[in-house]
């Protein structure tokens, strides 16, 4: 694999995984962002991903409302 | 799911107004993007586009009822007759009715949760320069009789409107009944001596407290 994969769990995980959403829907808008840009930033395969979110729609609405 | 073609104004408006509601009657830590999404037939996608957080938003709808409330007061002020002290009697009036409605009550309350004081404190900020014009030009009325004298109406209208709404706002200081009145009793006098106002000619305040 020529991406090394972050191996971090936990909330600083989901953290960085909102983190880079937010970054994702700011520049490309939420239409236009896929879960696959998505562990692209963030180095994670899907399966790490839905472990946090079960949707990229739940992804947005934690972004939005958490602080 | 319908979709309606809206120009970007009033779509905005739109969720500030379906968001104010929510936050009113579900508070505004459970109201949810979906909430406002099932309220408007918008996808989430479009309401991240015109406010990129919760937070965002509460401060739009903040905003709004604030510009609405200095409408209301702006329109009041341009239809009354009198002198300066009568029409500064009137506004403080109308200002006191509005805050017991019950709409206000609700948004206010949700307000002073501590996760919300930062809100809570720009709410009061932007509350203190939209309305200070409007003091500003009474006590320059108030001049212009010769029952005032400041030099820096606008300054002065800040200061004291700054002093009295941060000072008794109970959800910054949980004052005891006998602290808060303490601070009511001195208001008066504190406002006479920045205008050079008559002694007494704003004891009107304490009915209105």
């Known amino acids: 694999m020529l991406i090394k994969l972050q191996q971090e769990d936990g909330p600083e995980l989901r953290g960085r995984i909102k983190e880079a959403a937010c970054a994702l829907f700011d520049a490309n808008g939420f239409d236009n962002t896929t879960v696959a840009d998505l562990l692209v930033q963030v180095r994670i395969d899907e399966q790490r991903f839905y472990a946090y979110f079960r949707s990229l729609d739940e992804l947005l609405e934690a972004v939005w409302s958490e602080l | ?209």
């Open chain 2, 1 to 209: 799911m319908v979709r309606v073609v809206k120009k970007p104004d009033e779509r905005r408006a739109d969720i500030i107004a379906a968001a104010g509601q929510l936050f009113l009657s579900k508070g505004y830590d459970s109201a949810t993007m979906k909430d406002v999404m099932d309220h408007l037939h918008i996808a989430k996608g479009t309401i991240y586009h015109y406010f990129k957080s919760k937070e965002e938003l509460l401060e739009a709808v903040i905003t709004s009822v604030a510009e609405d409330e200095l409408r209301r007061r702006k329109a009041l002020v341009d239809s009354m007759d009198g002198s300066a002290l009568e029409r500064l009697e009137q506004l403080i009036a109308a200002g006191a009715d509005r805050s017991r409605e019950d709409d206000h009550e609700a948004l206010l309350e949700d307000l002073h949760k501590p996760a919300n004081a930062g809100m809570h404190i720009r709410l009061l900020a932007k509350v203190v320069t939209m309305q200070a014009p409007i003091y500003a030009a009474l006590f320059e009325q108030g001049c212009e009789e010769g029952i005032f004298t400041v030099a820096r109406p606008l300054e002065c209208a800040e200061f004291l409107l700054s002093g009295i709404q941060f000072l008794t706002d109970m959800g910054i200081y949980g004052w005891t009944p006998e602290q808060l009145e303490r601070r009511w009793q001195a208001f008066p006098q504190l406002i006479e001596s920045q205008l050079k106002a008559p002694q007494g000619s704003f004891s009107f305040l304490l009915k209105y407290r």
